[in-house]
């Protein structure tokens, strides 16, 4: 790493050393502590390694300068085909607000994720209710057990819907799961954007071109990060949803005759 680091423009080994280094105490010498410190995993590893060993990481002079949080607004993405590391927004950010990004499993209950962040010099996390508060602890933990090991599925009803029931009452765990996860501050993670793929799909299939909308606004920065690209614009217009797998499946219905209350044989997950 020495000879790395002896090759670097001047400019560059200043802004290097003047990163963070939590690795004082282990053995590690400047430049490794500050590399195992702020270093951003990289889809690149040594061939046949396994694990963390054989990793390729990425010292990035402002990037690796963004705090973490169990709530963040932001995430990163390796693009191999820029080689670049990429950082965007998961939610709306508030001018003045930091930019954060998530150091550990933001769905790892609060004990994995204290243990996870002592190498970073992080002992006492307060980024919330989820990882300070003993009640919020429980419920936060609660909920991402849910999250990763109980993914929703919706069903269309198979009965018509009871006298003054809303078109979308099947559809309410899913937005249920949408709602805790807003609540928990994940939305960069995977489920929130599998979740919210549901709801643009159920809705679309009930012909609802604004909660579409509505959801497709709220996946855009997850799917960046996931998908490494931007969600489809097809979605954003009524033009573009009218066209839309699921808007057509029920468009073909009611060009069949087949009546509103009849049984939906249909599943979304």
Not at 166 to 177: E, I, S, T, Y
Not at 233 to 258: D, H, L, P, T, V
Request: with cysteine; hydrophobic share 35%.
């Amino acid at each position: 790493m020495k000879v790395v680091f002896d090759r670097m423009p001047p400019e560059n080994q200043k802004a290097f050393m003047e990163l963070a280094n939590s690795h004082t105490q282990d053995g590690s010498d400047d430049i490794t502590g500050r590399i195992r410190t702020n270093g951003v995993v990289t889809g690149f590893r040594d061939r046949n390694s396994s694990g963390a060993q054989g990793r390729y990481t990425a010292i990035c002079k402002d990037i690796s300068r963004i705090n973490h949080s169990c709530r963040p607004n932001a995430s990163w993405s390796w693009h191999t085909d820029s080689f670049s590391l990429r950082v965007c927004a998961v939610r709306d950010i508030r001018a003045g607000e930091e930019v954060t990004v998530a150091y550990c499993d933001a769905l790892a209950p609060a004990a994995e994720r204290a243990e996870a962040l002592v190498p970073y010099g992080i002992y006492n996390c307060n980024c919330g209710p989820s990882c300070n508060d003993p009640a919020g602890i429980r419920i936060g933990d609660k909920r991402r057990d849910r999250f990763r090991f109980e993914p929703v599925v919706v069903f269309a009803p198979h009965v018509p819907p009871k006298v003054g029931e809303a078109p979308d009452a099947w559809v309410k765990p899913a937005l249920r799961r949408f709602r805790e996860l807003e609540a928990e501050g994940l939305e960069g993670c995977n489920e929130y954007h599998r979740t919210a793929y549901q709801l643009i799909n159920v809705y679309c299939f009930l012909q609802d071109v604004e909660k579409v909308k509505k959801y497709a606004s709220k996946i855009k920065g997850v799917h960046r990060v996931i998908e490494k690209k931007e969600f489809p614009a097809s979605f954003s217009s009524a033009e573009g949803i009218e066209r839309s797998q699921y808007y057509q499946m029920s468009e073909m219905r009611k060009k069949a005759g087949i009546p509103e209350s009849a049984p939906i044989l249909i599943s979304f997950a």
